[in-house]
Structure formats: C-alpha cells, structure tokens
C-alpha cells in the first residue's frame, strides 16, 4: 500500500511550532512522501504546492484539494503544521477505501502553559487518513459547499459533512496537538 503524507499550512503559527512540526514529522514520516501545500513559498517537504489566498476555513479545504490532485499513492495521511506526529501514527494502514480513519490517539495542549487535554474520540482532520480517491470526492464537494453556502465550522468528514463513513484507530503513542493563539478551532480550557 502507497502511502504520502499532504501536509498544508497557512503560514501563520509560531515559527518556532511550525519548525518543532516539520522537524518531528520528517522524523516520524520514515520513507513516506511528503506533499507541501502552503499559502506562501516554502522549502519544506519533497513536493512543493503554492495556493495563494487570505487564510481561513476556504483557504484551507482549498490547499488540500490542490495537494489532492496531485499525490499518486493509495492512502494519503493529513498533517498540520502545529502537530507532533509519533511514527506509530503513520504505520496504519487503512482497511477499507470507502471509509475515513480517524486517530483518536491526540492530547491538545496548549502552547502558553502546557496545560493538556485528551478526548476519548476525538475526531481532527489533523488524524485523517483514507483512500486517496475518497479523499478527493470529499474535499471537492467540501470547497464547493463553503464557496455556495459558507463555513459551517465543520472541517472533518463524517455525519456532518454529508453521508460520510468514520472509523476511529488509535495509534501506539499519542500525537501532540499544539493549541495557540492563530489555531482555528478552540484550545483547551481548564477548570
């Protein structure tokens, strides 16, 4: 089974995550393709996308489509720029291609203080992984439903996002998803 990994970034985090990221990832990637897909010239990865754009949901599900085009492999691996990837996570191998796979295994911590939080479920496009060609149908319909109707402030295929099916895995060790203050979805609260 082929497998790349598309990593997209808005260029907007902390140098210093975004650096710590790719660092962990090209550790964590092995002999894995990675295709970067940037809102601005990057020298990261072994493939190199441009899609130039205002940062945002759009933006986003739009630089993903791009790299989508352009991966030849059978099962493509979402990774973030502000996430720290364990090698166990890449070592999945998806069962079936009309399915989207989660990795549940993630603590969200937050940058400031170190404060962490792990979500039995949790469901992130940071975790996705699934059959190339689901991925493309996906995130086409997706781009063409926020360019129609707007963001909805749903990023994960499943339920949600129309007739999607989910299974979730759980990778040997976690990943680390690192919440700060340019991130688009909530950070961690504590009590």
């Known amino acids: 089974m082929d497998k790349a990994i598309l990593y997209y970034t808005g260029n907007r985090h902390p140098p210093e995550i975004e650096q710590a990221c790719r660092d962990q990832l090209d550790l964590a990637r092995g002999d894995i393709p990675v295709w970067c897909v940037s809102r601005l010239r990057t020298d990261y990865g072994d493939h190199q996308i441009i899609i130039p754009g205002s940062p945002g949901p759009l933006q986003i599900h739009r630089q993903i489509l791009a790299g989508l085009y352009e991966i030849r492999c059978d099962v493509v691996f979402l990774a973030e720029n502000d996430v720290l990837y364990h090698p166990s996570h890449f070592a999945f191998e998806p069962g079936r291609p009309d399915r989207f796979y989660?990795?549940?295994?993630?603590?969200?911590?937050?940058?400031?203080?170190?404060?962490?939080?792990?979500?039995?479920?949790?469901?992130?496009?940071?975790?996705?992984?699934?059959?190339?060609?689901?991925?493309?149908?996906?995130?086409?319909v997706r781009v063409e439903?926020?360019?129609?109707?707007?963001?909805?402030?749903?990023?994960?295929?499943?339920?949600?996002?129309?007739?999607?099916?989910?299974?979730?895995?759980?990778?040997?060790?976690?990943?680390?998803?690192?919440?700060?203050?340019?991130?688009?979805?909530?950070?961690?609260?504590s009590t």
């Open 145 to 189: 439903q926020i360019e129609q109707n707007g963001f909805d402030r749903h990023f994960e295929p499943g339920p949600k996002t129309g007739l999607w099916r989910t299974e979730n895995w759980r990778s040997e060790y976690p990943n680390l998803d690192i919440r700060h203050g340019a991130t688009w979805t909530r950070r961690p609260r």
């Open 102 to 140: 989660y990795n549940t295994n993630v603590w969200r911590v937050r940058y400031d203080d170190g404060f962490s939080v792990w979500t039995d479920d949790l469901q992130q496009t940071s975790g996705l992984c699934a059959d190339v060609n689901l991925m493309w149908r996906y995130y086409r």
